[in-house]
């Protein structure tokens, strides 16, 4: 697993464009037949982009970017007997990686125009010198590896062949030969082999992506099939384990919610073997290649937020930040890498998908609030070139979508209204609670917990700007904790601690949602049941049965908000004091009724509660969460608001609504409108609210029982949705057993109009009876009557 800068810093910031920018030592055009000269001209074309002035913005900046530092690198190589860099050893074998990173820059600083190093022979010299040193000291056929091993598999392979690929003629055939043994020796065919250990997901993508680039540079047609044929098991949807599912999740580390970065390392990876590989002998003709083109879609797209993608997708990575050495990162450079990846993978889709998400890119591009996409310092002149080009075509921008997706297989949802965007995350006994490794996150313990994440314009760096390093881990916002004291990595590492809990997921039918979380604590004994009902401008959160023994007290978050300025805090209709100068404020609140953030939104709690407020600065710094961080200490205000449930509870309980984005008078008026939200239930076994102007009715059962209207025979999540004389029942089996559960909806019904084929039909009339075989997805399914 590789630690933070090797695949962010270096590898995910490799230039993804489509067309070719010629080096002044280019190899002369393929000889007709000659298809490795063709594919090594291609892919030279995809690592440096083309179609663009060199002297022109943002490119000139990018390639006197890349001059200065290879300069730098060169003005510092140091080659020792253990290193090429002093400040790289090559134990751990990082220092390995990172040294080919850095000649890589050199190479890219001698094909390139524009960098003040363009042929220079003296570089290329030092470039060669350099892969020697590292070939003739570590990196060859016959030396044992040791430590992380996707230091000798992936990331070394990777950069050791692209720098091949740009001083194909420079290095030599011996040099080539030589290079491309160590690479058999580290990365053998068997490795492409069973679909099972390391070679799963984005690993086998960047696997086969080391095997193509050797096969190519040695004019090893095996080698290509192999790669080529190695992608199949990628393909299909996952059933278990690492990949993309028909849900649109996406797993790697088998128990971790990853789309953000190992699925951009995947999408991207794939995209590029796509582009080189088409039209050749070996291009990939699997059909389920169509799974990855329609992903962009229904897994990566619903995930991206006005440019940056959303936290809880991108597991032990949110522990990147500021490294010493490297670009910042962040949900937004994560984001925009991902940008990137869909905008290769639309130059191999159809005509129709190019446009689509050419539309799509352009509108993420318009609404980011952040850096411009095209001024990211991540990117190079490849990725650059790409994405102007889809920002100048003539796809109008794509509006950001409204609604809801659930993506049960990773235990996620997300939840758009008009102009904000929320997230959840959970754990379950498939879903890690959180994933620390390679020194990175070890304070993530409680992201599982039901942490809700949400952004309104203006926002939108909520959670980028030092957030974590500086937030109260126990405190996240949305969760409901113990304040037990925990050790860093607690649980264990790679995605080890998850719940003892399977009732986790939800229903929806696209616009609202009843999302349910079986609530065990991390290392505690808490435990509870936790509902969110998702409407068009508001998130209800219900929690219950909240019981505990650890001897210490127990919280519901309300809200953890960084801060910025001076914003009004208003409880009731009354200003709070802030004093300012970044020193901290308290109160408590025995009986709020409505609480507003200024800028942010407001906070409902039906019927009045206990709450306790926080105004503070606090001071950390990326070292304290990811071992290669930097340590200069940051330091960032927040909002803390939280209602304790005291020490050792038992069977408590607590109900609030979000508004995300709403003014005080709004927030005001619903608090008032009693009508709008009526709590069935917040119960243990039950908890269900009726939405009135909506015509909206949701409960999750975690048990089989009645609550209102409804009845079911086994736990469910149920959605109703009532407009005029037509209702829809949704109704999805979260614990995922597989077994027939019957629903009785006590209203009158004339007709059935639809329903799913997983649907039966047991009776009409006075009240709805239906039988229902929900398979063990946790899909929703569907029942469309004419009511009485």
């Not at 980011?368 to 796809?395: H, I, K, M, Y």
Request: with cysteine; aromatic share 8%; hydrophobic share 40%.
């Amino acid at each position: 697993m590789p630690p933070a800068w090797t695949r962010r810093a270096f590898l995910a910031t490799a230039p993804a464009g489509t067309l070719a920018l010629l080096g002044p030592h280019r190899a002369a055009a393929a000889a007709p037949g000659d298809a490795y000269t063709a594919l090594r001209h291609r892919w030279r074309d995809l690592l440096l982009g083309t179609g663009f002035d060199p002297a022109a913005e943002p490119y000139a900046t990018v390639l006197r970017r890349t001059g200065d530092a290879a300069r730098a690198h060169r003005a510092r190589m140091r080659p020792g007997p253990g290193s090429l860099w002093p400040d790289a050893p090559f134990d751990p074998p990082a220092g390995i990686t990172l040294s080919h990173a850095r000649l890589h820059t050199m190479a890219r600083a001698y094909v390139q125009p524009g960098t003040g190093l363009t042929g220079d022979p003296a570089l290329a010299a030092d470039v060669l010198a350099g892969l020697d040193h590292v070939h003739r000291t570590v990196y060859r056929a016959g030396t044992e590896r040791y430590g992380n091993w996707w230091e000798w598999q992936i990331g070394t392979p990777r950069l050791l062949l692209d720098t091949l690929a740009l001083l194909y003629d420079e290095a030599g055939a011996a040099r080539r030969a030589e290079s491309l043994a160590a690479v058999d020796h580290f990365v053998p065919d068997a490795l492409l082999g069973p679909y099972t250990g390391t070679s799963t997901g984005a690993n086998r993508v960047d696997l086969c992506r080391v095997v193509a680039l050797r096969g190519l540079l040695g004019a090893a047609p095996a080698k290509l099939a192999l790669a080529r044929d190695a992608l199949s098991p990628v393909f299909p949807y996952a059933e278990r384990g690492d990949g993309l599912y028909a849900d649109g999740s996406f797993l790697q580390h088998t128990w971790v919610a990853y789309t953000g970065t190992y699925g951009c390392v995947l999408l991207d990876g794939l995209a590029r073997l796509f582009a080189l590989l088409d039209g050749s002998e070996w291009e990939v003709t699997d059909p389920n290649r169509r799974i990855v083109h329609d992903s962009a879609d229904t897994a990566f797209a619903p995930l991206i937020h006005n440019g940056l993608v959303m936290d809880c997708v991108s597991g032990r990575a949110i522990s990147r930040g500021l490294t010493d050495d490297g670009p910042p990162q962040s949900d937004r450079q994560r984001g925009h890498a991902l940008i990137a990846a869909i905008a290769l993978l639309a130059g191999s889709g159809t005509a129709a998908e190019r446009a689509r998400r050419h539309g799509m890119i352009k509108g993420w591009a318009a609404r980011d609030p952040g850096e411009p996409l095209l001024a990211d310092p991540q990117f190079d002149t490849g990725d650059l070139a790409r994405l102007a080009a889809v920002l100048a075509g003539p796809e109008p921008p794509a509006p950001e979508p409204a609604g809801h997706r659930l993506f049960p297989a990773m235990d996620r949802a997300v939840h758009r209204g008009h102009g904000w965007a929320a997230s959840i995350a959970m754990a379950s006994d498939r879903v890690t609670h959180y994933e620390n490794g390679n020194g990175e996150n070890p304070r993530g313990w409680h992201t599982g917990a039901g942490m809700l994440s949400w952004w309104v314009p203006g926002g939108e760096d909520q959670y980028g700007d030092g957030y974590w390093p500086t937030v109260d881990p126990y405190r996240l916002p949305g969760t409901t904790v113990s304040t037990k004291r925990l050790a860093d990595n607690e649980g264990g590492g790679w995605g080890a601690p998850r719940p003892d809990a399977r009732w986790v997921g939800g229903v929806t039918d696209g616009t609202y949602a009843a999302v349910g979380q079986h609530l065990k604590g991390l290392a505690s004994t808490l435990e509870a049941r936790v509902s969110w009902f998702c409407a068009d401008d508001a998130v209800v959160r219900l929690v219950a049965g909240v019981t505990a023994r650890d001897g210490t007290e127990v919280e519901t978050v309300v809200d953890n908000r960084g801060i910025t300025g001076t914003p009004r805090l208003t409880v009731d209709g009354t200003v709070q004091p802030d004093p300012g100068d970044g020193r901290s404020w308290s109160a408590a609140f025995r009986r709020a009724r409505w609480i507003h953030l200024e800028g942010h939104g407001g906070w409902i709690l039906p019927g009045g509660g206990p709450v306790l407020a926080l105004r503070e600065s606090r001071t950390g710094a990326w070292r304290d969460i990811n071992a290669s961080g930097s340590a200069r200490p940051l330091t960032r205000r927040y909002l803390t608001l939280w209602h304790p449930h005291g020490t050792d509870p038992k069977d408590a309980a607590f109900v609030y609504v979000l508004m995300p984005g709403a003014g005080p008078a709004a927030v005001a008026a619903r608090a008032a409108d009693h009508d709008w939200l009526t709590v069935l239930a917040n119960e243990p076994d039950r908890q269900a609210v009726r939405l009135g102007s909506l015509g909206v009715t949701a409960a999750t059962f975690w048990r089989a029982g009645t609550v209102g209207t409804l009845s079911v025979t086994a736990p469910a999540a149920v959605l109703v949705r009532r407009r005029g004389d037509r209702a829809t029942l949704h109704l999805a089996e979260p614990p995922r057993t597989g077994g027939v559960i019957d629903l009785t909806w006590a209203r009158p019904v004339r007709r059935v109009v639809a329903h799913d084929t997983s649907v039966q039909v047991c009776g009409t009339g006075a009240a709805l009876r239906l039988r229902i075989r929900p398979g063990t997805r946790c899909l929703p399914h569907r029942c469309e009557v004419e009511t009485g």
